[in-house]
């Protein structure tokens, strides 16, 4: 019977990827530059961006599923992308890790501004590496999920290692 391992390593491993493709490389400068203006624009703008991520996280999970054979089901892998989008959402929106500095002393680091060439843009190094943090844990946690949910979804059904095994 496979472990809980056999699923979450390659799920967490295959999501990270996703990750740095969704938010580094095909995130748009109008979904950088838009997801935290204030109102519908803002949040038109972040959730293009929750969209295009995801289907980069989709692809690379469902790519390590299909080809590792990582004993997940569907609705693990729903709840896993679903618990990384809303979250995604929310932290992307620049007020939760910002809050989170601030409520573990590091207001000065959250609020340090370097301007960047050649437009002078503003950029946030301490937002940043908290907004990418916070990212990372919530891609743990979902992997997590989806392994949970997988493992009972699958215990006991007919033709399940668990059955086979006379443990159900």
Known sequence: MPDRTSAFAPLFVAAYI???FGDHVIQTDD??????KPGSSGWAANLRHVASYHAAVAVTVATTVRVTRAPVSGRGLLAGLALSAGSHALIDRGWLPERIMA??????WAAMTIKTDPD???????????????????LWAGALLATWLSEKSTRGAAGSPAREAGRV
């Open 18 to 20: 996703g990750h740095q």
């Open 103 to 108: 409520a573990t002393g590091s207001p000065g």
């Open 120 to 138: 002078g843009a503003p950029w946030r190094p301490g937002v940043n590496r908290a907004d990418q943090a916070l990212h990372v844990g919530c």
């Open 31 to 36: 979904q950088a530059g838009g997801k935290q």
